[in-house]
């Protein structure tokens, strides 16, 4: 059982640290302590999926609000350095009011649809991976899948690094799910990037034939 896995004995904020803590710095031990059974009569605040995923969302959150707030400040310094752009954008941003309630509104509604949006790719990141898994021989259900992808979401606090945040966040990403994998399936270090790997292969691999076909449907 990890920390967060056991907030009401813990307590919030204390259990959301420690498990950022040693998901990212002692993943081996972290991992080990993860470790889900489906065959084990658990009830889901022990070792369920709710509190993974509300994991996994509080620190995409977290990347997502920082990755605006880069976003948004690399476009003032470029837009401040050519004021021949200012006649181009929109009239209500002229409205300081009228700005500030469209960006809030805004905000809310981008905050909802990403929360749905990220909700499906987690379920089908982790039905992808967990077929993989499968393959390879691992021995666990598919909510252990689950719960790996979850509280190795940790990585997007990283984004509050501007440039190279993202790609920080999303090696360490993958790495944690390997050692994730490795650690509650019992796999060998080869298997276990095998199950990351090729699922970026087969997706490069389906890229690569449609790329492929629309430039012979195209030629004369």
């Known amino acids: 059982m990890t920390d967060f896995d056991n907030i009401k004995e813990i307590g919030f904020f204390k259990a959301l640290f420690l498990t950022w803590k040693k998901s990212l710095f002692s993943p081996e031990v972290f991992y080990k302590e993860l ?39 690399f476009f003032k310094i470029s837009l401040y350095s050519n004021y021949t752009i200012l006649s181009k954008i929109p009239l209500f941003l002229s409205d300081k009011s009228s700005m500030v309630l469209y960006l809030i509104a805004g905000s809310i509604f981008l905050l909802l649809l990403f929360g749905i949006l990220y909700t499906i790719f987690l379920a089908i990141l982790t039905v992808i991976i967990h077929g993989f898994v499968m393959l390879m ?6 909510k252990n899948t689950f719960r790996i992808i979850g509280y190795a979401s940790g990585v997007g606090v990283f984004s509050i690094l501007p ?58």
Not at 46 to 71: C, K, Q
Not at 180 to 208: A, R
């Open 137 to 142: 021989g691992g021995n666990k259900g598919i």
């Open 35 to 73: 470790d889900y059974d489906d065959t084990a009569m658990v009830s889901d605040s022990e070792f369920g999926i709710l509190r993974p995923y509300f994991y996994a969302l509080i620190f995409t959150y977290i990347s997502l609000v920082f990755s605006l707030f880069w976003e948004v400040f």
């Open 163 to 220: 440039i190279f945040g993202y790609n920080i966040s999303a090696a360490w990403f993958a790495v944690l799910l390997i050692i994730g994998v490795k650690e509650t399936n019992e796999l060998s270090t080869q298997k276990s990037i095998m199950t990351l790997l090729l699922p970026f292969i087969l997706i490069l691999m389906i890229f690569i034939t449609f790329l492929i076909k629309i430039i012979l449907i195209r030629q004369p």
